[in-house]
């Protein structure tokens, strides 16, 4: 086995890139429910074939609860809308006080699918009387990243319409436990911005993440927003397991990034490349970390999950997690398998598989380049 050069490199996880960074309400979009005829509706293709039973969904503001149906049905082929037929389907009580709170319908029974095939994921009143609360959805910084067949389709006016300017915080759950990566649907609870500079504790926060493959890297990357002067350093170190919280010296270090030439107001990525590219090993776990080396904030951003299942959901897979620590010393905190720190790497090498097969099961998808 050799790492060969990639014609050109690929960005991890690529799909994260177009997900709303910053903490701005603006990129916030609540679909109101507050009608009998009112229905949110999730498009999206199979990507595996099996069972499906599980929708899960973030509420936004609830002013009045009721009883929600989640459930799947046909695409009208010619329209792509649902057919308005549950074929599968299950309810889930909302309260009064249940703000963004996360709900999860498991269906009476599962639906089989094969791949690529075409399904709706419908929510809706079970019996309206007087409800009036949101399903949380977000706008994406790129629409063109996604794969276009992940979209809303809602009935909020009377008639179906699919969304060009909201996407689906959804999730869809097959009855293995797993979780199926959709391009475009991100299932989050929270996005947490933490403003830190280096007097803070903790001051160095982490992405933890695993390849199931030999690979170079060139550079990583961070979602970060600097103040005047809030500079920052970026750390790769590795670890023995998952669940190493032991000290160990960077393996390289990204030189100090000054904010004064960066344009790092919004929370976007910032790139930082190592002083030589960096070779990872198949299934070894590591650390990017990001520490603020002034008294001047910066800002990361972390996306929180319901479940560590959810993970499977994202473009980082099941083998990453989020944790932090305190002045580049002691032990780190305990990883946090609910949370994921928006970073990554540029790969510029992978594994040739000569003498053996590549497969890709901690990772559910989101290499762009």
């Not at 799947?72 to 649902?82: A, R, Y």
């Not at 075409?118 to 949101?134: C, D, E, K, P």
């Not at 190592?274 to 972390?302: C, E, G, H």
């Not at 990883?335 to 890709?360: P, Q």
């Amino acid at each position: 086995m050799a790492l060969v050069a990639l014609p050109s490199p690929i960005i991890w996880p690529g799909d994260i890139l177009a997900t709303p960074f910053p903490t701005s309400s603006v990129q916030q979009n609540a679909l109101l429910l507050d009608a009998a005829a009112d229905r949110v509706a999730l498009h999206f293709r199979a990507p595996k074939a099996g069972n499906i039973n599980k929708i899960g969904f973030q509420l936004g503001t609830v002013t009045t609860g009721e009883t929600l149906v989640a459930g799947f049905q046909d695409i009208d082929l010619t329209t792509g809308n649902p057919d308005g037929t549950f074929d599968q389907s299950g309810t889930v009580a909302v309260a009064d006080t249940d703000d963004n709170v996360w709900k999860e319908v498991t269906t009476g029974t599962s639906r089989t699918v094969a791949l690529d095939e075409h399904v709706a994921a419908v929510i809706q009143y079970n019996a309206f009387v007087a409800g009036s609360l949101n399903i949380q959805g977000y706008a994406p910084l790129g629409r063109s990243l996604f794969n276009s067949s992940t979209y809303l389709n809602n009935n909020l006016t009377g008639s179906y319409a699919k969304s060009t300017a909201t996407f689906p915080i959804i999730s869809i759950g097959y009855d293995d436990g797993t979780y199926a990566f959709l391009p475009g649907s991100f299932p989050y609870t929270a996005r947490t911005a933490t403003t830190f500079n280096s007097g803070s504790t903790p001051d160095e926060k982490c992405l933890i993440f695993s390849f199931p493959f030999a690979c170079e890297v060139s550079a990583m990357w961070f979602g970060v927003a600097a103040a005047a002067s809030g500079d920052f350093a970026c750390d790769l170190y590795d670890m023995t397991s998952s669940s190493d919280t032991t000290d160990r010296a960077a393996l390289a270090t990204g030189a100090t990034t000054d904010s004064d030439l960066t344009q790092e107001t919004s929370g976007g990525p910032c790139h930082v490349y190592f002083p030589t590219p960096q070779t990872l090993t198949k299934d070894a776990y590591y650390r990017l970390a990001i520490r603020p080396t002034s008294v001047s904030n910066i800002n990361v951003y972390r996306m929180d999950l319901d479940a560590a299942a959810l993970r499977a959901a994202w473009p980082y897979g099941t083998n990453c997690s989020y944790s932090d620590r305190t002045d580049l010393t002691g032990t780190w905190a305990a990883a946090t398998t609910t949370s994921l720190l928006l970073a990554g790497v540029i790969i510029s090498k992978l594994d040739d598989g000569v003498g053996g097969f590549l497969t890709n099961p901690g990772m559910s998808g989101g290499f762009h380049g």
